[in-house]
């Protein structure tokens, strides 16, 4: 579920995507979320770029991501991720793009939400490369 529910981009639609998780476990079910970023850790306009190479095979390809995430309504529960794709196939560059709308709530928000949908909610900390995450560990509660 970690990818998905960043793609809930109002309350009603977390609520909903969690409260369906629940449903659909046993009791002592168990559901990891992480999510991609909350209030606390958006950063505005924050970009960062990876680079990927497959060489040395006869498709030769290097790509870069630059992924930026921008909010332009800090009011609201939604942000903005655009990704651009620079692909160099055999040296021919070509540039693609995606662009998504994505859900930012607050930790305590997702909290309350976990613990209002039937979870026994354990939070810990992962640290990946320079970015930390949130990690929620859910038991479903009988």
């Known amino acids: 579920m970690d990818d998905a529910v960043s793609y809930m981009t109002c309350l009603a639609d977390f609520v909903a995507a969690l409260r369906t998780a629940s449903a659909h476990l046993d ?20 970009t960062v770029a990876t680079h990927a190479t497959r060489k040395g095979t006869p498709d030769e390809l290097d790509v870069v991501f630059v992924e930026n995430v921008y909010d332009p309504d800090p009011a609201d529960e939604q942000y903005e991720t655009t990704v651009l794709y620079l692909i160099r196939d055999h040296g021919r560059l070509r540039i693609e793009t995606d662009h998504w709308t994505m859900g930012l709530f607050s930790l305590d928000t997702w909290r309350r939400v976990l613990r209002e949908a039937g979870f026994e909610v354990h939070e810990h900390k992962y640290n990946a490369c320079d970015d930390e995450y949130t990690v929620f560990a859910c038991v479903k509660t009988p």
């Open 27 to 46: 009791a002592g079910g168990v559901l990891v979320v992480t999510p991609d970023v909350t209030v606390e850790t958006f950063r505005q306009n924050s």
